[in-house]
């Protein structure tokens, strides 16, 4: 998830790559999981 995301679940207290994503990286994790899902 987003780190706005993330604060509102985990409070103030969240690591980038634990708790949250950049927005670059939140938009690539979406990809490659959707072309698996596609099987491409």
Not at 7 to 14: I, P
Not at 15 to 37: C, Q, R, S
């Amino acid at each position: 998830m987003t780190k706005d995301l993330a604060v509102c679940a985990h409070g103030n207290n969240v690591k980038h790559g634990e708790h949250y994503l950049y927005t670059e990286e939140f938009l690539d994790a979406i990809d490659v999981n959707l072309k698996k899902k596609l099987g491409k």
